[in-house]
């Protein structure tokens, strides 16, 4: 399942950087997805729950922030926000475009339990 896994790799990070920075319990998690990455944000937070039992992440709100699709049009350099997958350059009416933001998936922050 798709979200499994991103939800096993965003607790993978929070125990790295639990461990480095000494932090017991983390109670909060900003996350930033783009909306290319299709991830269902009830069903990342439910998977999330499930995952984050026994670890430094356990009982952690999971904040997830939707980023827009935006993308830069290759023949007039326009730069626009994609609304529903619709690749069209909104200057020139080009279908060349490259996509600059949308794949995102990261911590963005995470605040801790006393901190
Ligand atoms: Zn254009």
Redesign the pocket.
Known sequence: MHETAIVQGLIRILEQQAAQHEVSAICKVNVKVGRLRAVEPRQLIACFEIYAEGTVAQGAELAIVALPVRAC?K????EFEVPRFHFE??????GDVDVIQGQELYIESFEVVGG
């Open positions: 049009c023949a007039c350099l326009c350059c909104p200057g020139c009416g080009g």
